[in-house]
C-alpha cells in the first residue's frame, strides 16, 4: 500500500474505534450536576440540555447495530455514576444491571469495551458535598468504583479511571465555564491533587478484583507553542501553562510523583499507575499569556479550534519517551457540521498517530455520533455519525463510511483517499 507516490499507508497494528460519554449521548433525567447545570438559563450556548442527547439509554441495540455495521471492534463508553449510585452508599441494581447488559451486547458483536468510571459528570449529592475539591471524595470515588469493577470486571478488561481531569479542574473550578463554576487557581490546583490520588486509589481497586485488566488515564494533551517564538516572556508562559495544564498532573498520576504545585500525599509511593497512557488530542495553544490563543492564518474547525495534525505525533512521542508503554488514543475528532473537511482530519490524524514512532496501539475517533457537548450545547457537530435531534435518526457521515473503510482494510488505500480525502481543505 505504501509508496512515494501514494497517498495510502497502514495502521501499523494500531486498531480503530470510537468513544462516546455517558452524560453527552444517554438522554434520561439523571440527578448529575450537568443537568442542573444545564437548568440555569446562560450556562449551556443554546439553552440545551442533556436529557435529550442521543436517546442512546433507550437505543443501545441500534447503536451497537450501526457499529456492527461500520465494522467497528473498540469502543470506548462511559458509566453515569448518577444512575448507578443516586443516594450516597445506595447501588441501582436497574441500572447497574443495564449497563451489564449493553457490554453483553457489545461483546456479542464482536466490540471490545473501554469502559470510563468518570467524565465529567457527577451525582448531584456528590456535588453538593464538593465534589473531588473536598478531600473526603477520593474515599467516595473509590466505594464507588468498587462497586462498579466488581459487577462489571468480567466483561470489561479495559478502563478509563478518569477522563481529562486536567480539563475537570480548569473549566470548573479556574475558569468557571463548567459546574461548578468557580474560578480559583487555588481551588483549580486542589482539584488536580484530588483526582490524581483518586486514578492511584482506582488503578489499586481495579487490580485488587481484576489483576490482568488495564488502567490508565485520558489525558488531555495539546502542543503549547510561544506566540512570539523569540519573546523570552511568551517562550516562559509557554512552558508554565504547559507544566501546569497538563505535565505536573500527568507525571503525579502516571508515577506517584507530586511536584509543586501539587503536594506530595502520605502512603503514596513512587510507582507505575498505567498500563496504557490515554491521549486525548484536538489542538495546539499558542501562548503569549495564561490563556489560550489561536493565531490568525491557521486552519480551524466549525468551533475556531485550530487544526494541528503533526501534534498529535508530537504529544504521543513525548508521553512514550516519559511514560514508556502502549499508546491508546483515547479522543480526537473534529467539529464539522457540514462533514466538509472531518475525512481529511481523519486521514491526516491517523497517520500522524501511526506513524509517530510511538506505540499507538488504539485509535477512538470523537465521537461515534453527534453529541450534547458540554456547554456549547447541540450545536457543534463531532460525530461520524450525523444525529437529527428531533427525530434521532441517526445517518452515516461520508466521513463515517471512510472510517470504516481504513478499519476494513487495515489502512487507507490509494482508492479511498481518491474517494472521500481528494480535493477536500480545511477552512480559514
Given at each position: 500500500?505504501?509508496?512515494?507516490?501514494?497517498?495510502?499507508?497502514?495502521?501499523?497494528?494500531?486498531?480503530?474505534?470510537?468513544?462516546?460519554?455517558?452524560?453527552?449521548?444517554?438522554?434520561?433525567?439523571?440527578?448529575?450536576?450537568?443537568?442542573?447545570?444545564?437548568?440555569?438559563?446562560?450556562?449551556?450556548?443554546?439553552?440545551?440540555?442533556?436529557?435529550?442527547?442521543?436517546?442512546?439509554?433507550?437505543?443501545?441495540?441500534?447503536?451497537?447495530?450501526?457499529?456492527?455495521?461500520?465494522?467497528?471492534?473498540?469502543?470506548r463508553m462511559g458509566l453515569e455514576w448518577a444512575r448507578?449510585?443516586?443516594?450516597?452508599?445506595?447501588?441501582?441494581?436497574?441500572?447497574?444491571?443495564?449497563?451489564?447488559?449493553?457490554?453483553?451486547?457489545?461483546?456479542?458483536?464482536?466490540?471490545?469495551?473501554?469502559?470510563?468510571?468518570?467524565?465529567?459528570?457527577?451525582?448531584?449529592?456528590?456535588?453538593?458535598?464538593?465534589?473531588?475539591?473536598?478531600?473526603?471524595?477520593?474515599?467516595?470515588?473509590?466505594?464507588?468504583?468498587?462497586?462498579?469493577?466488581?459487577?462489571?470486571?468480567?466483561?470489561?478488561?479495559?478502563?478509563?479511571?478518569?477522563?481529562?481531569?486536567?480539563?475537570?479542574?480548569?473549566?470548573?473550578?479556574?475558569?468557571?465555564?463548567?459546574?461548578?463554576?468557580?474560578?480559583?487557581?487555588?481551588?483549580?490546583?486542589?482539584?488536580?491533587?484530588?483526582?490524581?490520588?483518586?486514578?492511584?486509589?482506582?488503578?489499586?481497586?481495579?487490580?485488587?478484583?481484576?489483576?490482568?485488566?488495564?488502567?490508565?488515564?485520558?489525558?488531555?494533551?495539546?502542543?503549547?507553542?510561544?506566540?512570539?517564538?523569540?519573546?523570552?516572556?511568551?517562550?516562559?508562559?509557554?512552558?508554565?501553562?504547559?507544566?501546569?495544564?497538563?505535565?505536573?498532573?500527568?507525571?503525579?498520576?502516571?508515577?506517584?510523583?507530586?511536584?509543586?504545585?501539587?503536594?506530595?500525599?502520605?502512603?503514596?509511593?513512587?510507582?507505575?499507575?498505567?498500563?496504557?497512557?490515554?491521549?486525548?488530542?484536538?489542538?495546539?495553544?499558542?501562548?503569549?499569556?495564561?490563556?489560550?490563543?489561536?493565531?490568525?492564518?491557521?486552519?480551524?474547525?466549525?468551533?475556531?479550534?485550530?487544526?494541528?495534525?503533526?501534534?498529535?505525533?508530537?504529544?504521543?512521542?513525548?508521553?512514550?519517551?516519559?511514560?514508556?508503554?502502549?499508546?491508546?488514543?483515547?479522543?480526537?475528532?473534529?467539529?464539522?457540521?457540514?462533514?466538509?473537511?472531518?475525512?481529511?482530519?481523519?486521514?491526516?490524524?491517523?497517520?500522524?498517530?501511526?506513524?509517530?514512532?510511538?506505540?499507538?496501539?488504539?485509535?477512538?475517533?470523537?465521537?461515534?455520533?453527534?453529541?450534547?457537548?458540554?456547554?456549547?450545547?447541540?450545536?457543534?457537530?463531532?460525530?461520524?455519525?450525523?444525529?437529527?435531534?428531533?427525530?434521532?435518526?441517526?445517518?452515516?457521515?461520508?466521513?463515517?463510511?471512510?472510517?470504516?473503510?481504513?478499519?476494513?482494510?487495515?489502512?487507507?488505500?490509494?482508492?479511498?483517499?481518491?474517494?472521500?480525502?481528494?480535493?477536500?481543505e480545511y477552512p480559514r
Amino acid at each position: 500500500m505504501q509508496g512515494d507516490d501514494t497517498h495510502a499507508f497502514l495502521l501499523n497494528g494500531c486498531e480503530l474505534g470510537v468513544a462516546t460519554a455517558a452524560t453527552q449521548i444517554e438522554g434520561g433525567d439523571a440527578d448529575t450536576n450537568w443537568h442542573r447545570w444545564a437548568a440555569t438559563a446562560g450556562h449551556i450556548a443554546d439553552g440545551s440540555t442533556p436529557a435529550r442527547a442521543a436517546d442512546h439509554w433507550n437505543r443501545v441495540q441500534q447503536d451497537i447495530d450501526l457499529m456492527r455495521e461500520l465494522g467497528i471492534k473498540h469502543y470506548r463508553m462511559g458509566l453515569e455514576w448518577a444512575r448507578i449510585e443516586p443516594q450516597p452508599g445506595q447501588i441501582d441494581d436497574a441500572a447497574l444491571e443495564h449497563y451489564v447488559d449493553e457490554l453483553t451486547r457489545l461483546r456479542d458483536a464482536g466490540i471490545t469495551p473501554l469502559v470510563t468510571l468518570h467524565h465529567f459528570s457527577n451525582p448531584w449529592w456528590f456535588e453538593q458535598l464538593g465534589g473531588f475539591y473536598c478531600r473526603p471524595a477520593i474515599k467516595v470515588f473509590l466505594w464507588y468504583v468498587r462497586q462498579v469493577v466488581a459487577r462489571l470486571h468480567p466483561l470489561v478488561s479495559d478502563w478509563v479511571t478518569i477522563n481529562e481531569p486536567n480539563v475537570y479542574a480548569m473549566t470548573g473550578f479556574i475558569d468557571g465555564s463548567f459546574p461548578p463554576g468557580h474560578r480559583s487557581m487555588r481551588e483549580g490546583m486542589r482539584v488536580m491533587q484530588h483526582l490524581a490520588q483518586a486514578h492511584i486509589g482506582a488503578y489499586q481497586v481495579i487490580h485488587e478484583i481484576s489483576p490482568d485488566a488495564r488502567v490508565g488515564v485520558a489525558n488531555h494533551l495539546r502542543v503549547f507553542r510561544p506566540a512570539n517564538p523569540r519573546n523570552p516572556l511568551h517562550q516562559a508562559v509557554s512552558r508554565l501553562d504547559q507544566y501546569l495544564f497538563q505535565d505536573a498532573l500527568t507525571r503525579a498520576m502516571s508515577t506517584g510523583v507530586f511536584l509543586p504545585p501539587l503536594r506530595q500525599p502520605k502512603g503514596i509511593r513512587r510507582g507505575r499507575y498505567y498500563d496504557f497512557q490515554g491521549i486525548n488530542y484536538y489542538s495546539r495553544s499558542t501562548v503569549s499569556g495564561l490563556a489560550d490563543g489561536t493565531p490568525s492564518g491557521v486552519d480551524r474547525n466549525d468551533l475556531g479550534w485550530e487544526i494541528y495534525p503533526q501534534g498529535l505525533a508530537i504529544v504521543a512521542r513525548r508521553v512514550n519517551r516519559q511514560y514508556p508503554g502502549p499508546i491508546f488514543i483515547t479522543e480526537n475528532g473534529t467539529a464539522d457540521a457540514a462533514d466538509a473537511f472531518r475525512p481529511l482530519f481523519l486521514y491526516d490524524h491517523i497517520k500522524a498517530a501511526v506513524q509517530s514512532g510511538a506505540p499507538v496501539q488504539r485509535y477512538y475517533h470523537w465521537c461515534f455520533t453527534d453529541n450534547w457537548e458540554w456547554a456549547d450545547g447541540e450545536g457543534p457537530r463531532f460525530g461520524i455519525v450525523a444525529l437529527d435531534y428531533e427525530t434521532q435518526q441517526r445517518t452515516v457521515r461520508q466521513s463515517g463510511r471512510f472510517f470504516a473503510d481504513i478499519a476494513a482494510n487495515g489502512g487507507v488505500t490509494d482508492q479511498a483517499y481518491g474517494r472521500w480525502v481528494a480535493g477536500r481543505e480545511y477552512p480559514r
